[in-house]
């Protein structure tokens, strides 16, 4: 599965931002898909999973209460809705996919495919 993410840029602190990730090559219902993130000099970050079909959903403590993972299969996307952000959460951001059993899969060897990444940055 090919994924293309999307939606990033420069928001201020306290601002909203919606990143959406589209997959095609394969069907989109078979991948639990997740959101991670890297900031400059740091390891790569999970942030949030979602289910196969998107009943159930995984966070990070840093993301709890201020981003909603969701997905619709129907137009092979996944989003990350982010809100109350501040700089701390300025990185890329990657979606990734895959479609072993389990969840939430957290880690970030434990995906099959990756995004490119989209680039959020939070001015103070």
């Known amino acids: 599965v090919q994924l293309q993410a999307s939606g990033g840029g420069l928001v201020q602190a306290g601002g909203s931002l919606r990143l959406s990730c589209s997959a095609s090559?394969?069907?989109?219902?078979?991948?639990?898909m997740g959101w991670f993130r890297q900031a400059p000099g740091k390891e790569r970050e999970y942030v949030a999973c979602?289910?196969?079909?998107?009943?159930?959903?995984d966070y990070a403590d840093s993301g709890k209460g201020r981003f909603v993972i969701s997905r619709d299969n129907a137009k092979n996307t996944v989003y990350l809705q982010k809100n109350g952000l501040t700089p701390e959460d300025t990185a890329v951001y990657y979606c990734?996919?895959?479609?072993?059993?389990?969840?939430?899969?957290?880690?970030?060897?434990?995906?099959?495919?990756w995004g490119q990444g989209t680039q959020v940055t939070v001015s103070s």
């Open positions: 990734a996919a895959y479609s072993s059993s389990g969840f939430p899969h957290r880690q970030a060897y434990e995906y099959d495919y």
């Open positions: 090559g394969s069907t989109f219902s078979d991948y639990a």
């Open positions: 979602i289910s196969w079909s998107g009943g159930a959903t």
